[in-house]
């Protein structure tokens, strides 16, 4: 008895590392290798998957990421509307981005519930955009437009962000196509009542 009792001592150890190791390795197994994936990717890269087609890294610029550098690895996801337009996750931070214009940056709370990760980026926002032209009484040119956000935790919330498109400096000739502009951020009650009123 004493000496069933010694082996089992004995062999208790040995069978919990050897679990702890089988746990270890399958976990290891399981995790995706994390990947840089910029954001400036031309059209035939977007839709890739580099966890699976490898062959296509080098030619997009994608390429594993640094241990030290996990947290900092840019996540992006596409909106449907306006195109090109996305929303990239840089650690903490949240901006938003339009062709040919500077990002501007927002606050978590204004994306709830928006996930960013290697796969969702390949499926893009399904969002909608509302976009008013008009001139009011001063004959002040206003472009507005409204996103309106799903989220991916719960369909049922809506982010809704609101932007004016300022007036491009210069004419064509002084004006470079590469001249990026800053858009702005307006409180979307504003638009609202800006519509109401020169809007017909």
């Given at each position: 008895?004493?000496?069933?009792?010694?082996?089992?001592?004995?062999?208790?150890?040995?069978?919990?590392?050897?679990?702890?190791?089988f746990a270890c390795s399958s976990s290891s197994d399981s995790k995706r290798e994390?990947?840089?994936?910029?954001?400036d990717m031309p059209d035939v890269c977007q839709n890739v998957d580099f966890s699976i087609?490898?062959?296509?890294?080098?030619?997009?610029?994608?390429?594993?990421?640094?241990?030290?550098?996990?947290?900092?690895?840019?996540?992006?996801r596409h909106l449907i509307n306006p195109n090109q337009a996305s929303l990239v996750k840089t650690g903490d931070?949240?901006?938003?981005?339009?062709?040919?214009?500077?990002?501007?940056?927002?606050?978590t709370s204004q994306v709830s519930g928006v996930a960013f990760?290697?796969?969702?980026?390949?499926?893009?926002?399904?969002?909608?955009?509302?976009?008013?032209?008009?001139?009011?009484?001063s004959k002040e040119r206003f472009k507005l437009f409204k996103l309106t956000i799903p989220s991916d935790a719960n369909p049922g919330v809506e982010n809704k962000l609101c932007f004016r498109v300022p007036e491009l400096k210069g004419n064509e000739r002084t004006r470079s196509a590469a001249m990026s502009v800053q858009m702005e951020m307006l409180p979307c009650d504003t638009l609202e009542v800006l519509v109401q009123k020169y809007v017909k």
């Open positions: 008895m004493v000496l069933y009792i010694t082996s089992m001592r004995i062999c208790f150890p040995f069978a919990a590392i050897a679990l702890i190791l994390v990947l840089y994936i910029p954001t087609d490898k062959d296509m890294r080098k030619e997009c610029g994608v390429k594993p990421a640094r241990y030290q550098a996990y947290r900092n690895v840019p996540m992006q931070k949240i901006e938003i981005r339009f062709p040919n214009t500077f990002p501007v940056s927002l606050d990760s290697d796969s969702k980026r390949l499926a893009k926002i399904e969002n909608t955009m509302d976009y008013k032209e008009f001139y009011t009484e």
